[in-house]
């Protein structure tokens, strides 16, 4: 196993017992972000580096969270932040400041590989249900484990919580490798 996997394995499994409230959180964010780093090329890395603010001390994964953080300043990127489907229709077809656009990207990158980012619009995609502790794969995510057996507005049990927590691990290290993967073809 080469390093940069293990340091995506060390740091999603780093988080894996952190409560999964309020969604991907800042912590998810992080941790695509961390992954994506990992695995730019030297080309790609360069120009990251040379993009991101110097109070991000060279760390793209300190930025993920930046997109949440100005939404209020922002107000017309709230609605990139997620898509709601009508219920139960589990496929969705999608048809100039660089810092900033690179900090979104990073962003959006992760919310597009949490699964109720992509969710229901009568529980505004998950954000209506009360739970205490590529897009249409999120919706298929959604779909098969988030939204399959889940309690509206109670506590989750140990059980469905474990059964979904590698959904999680899955999402946050493809969210990661494709942030990546898409940074890499950018910057060649």
């Not at 394995?9 to 309020?22: R, Y």
């Not at 969604?23 to 080309?43: E, F, N, P, R």
């Not at 017309?76 to 900090?103: E, G, K, R, V």
């Amino acid at each position: 196993m080469d390093f940069r996997m293990f340091l995506a394995i060390f740091v999603v499994s780093l988080f894996a017992g952190v409560p999964l409230s309020n969604a991907w959180g800042t912590d998810g964010h992080y941790m695509v972000c961390k992954i994506a780093q990992s695995y730019l090329t030297s080309t790609a890395s360069s120009a990251v580096l040379k993009l991101l603010p110097s109070s991000a001390n060279g760390n793209l994964a300190s930025m993920c969270s930046w997109a949440d953080n100005v939404r209020t300043s922002y107000p017309w990127s709230s609605a990139l932040h997620y898509i709601d489907t009508p219920d139960n229709l589990c496929t969705y077809s999608y048809s100039n400041n660089l810092t900033q656009a690179l900090m979104f990207l990073s962003h959006f990158m992760g919310d597009v590989h949490q699964p109720l980012h992509v969710g229901f619009t009568t529980d505004a995609g998950g954000n209506g249900i009360t739970v205490y502790c590529f897009a249409s794969e999120s919706i298929q995510q959604a779909c098969s484990y988030a939204y399959k057996d889940a309690p509206n507005g109670a506590y989750l049990s140990d059980t469905y919580y474990l059964s979904r927590k590698s959904v999680v691990n899955t999402r946050i290290a493809q969210g990661g490798v494709r942030l990546a993967n898409f940074l890499n073809q950018i910057f060649v």
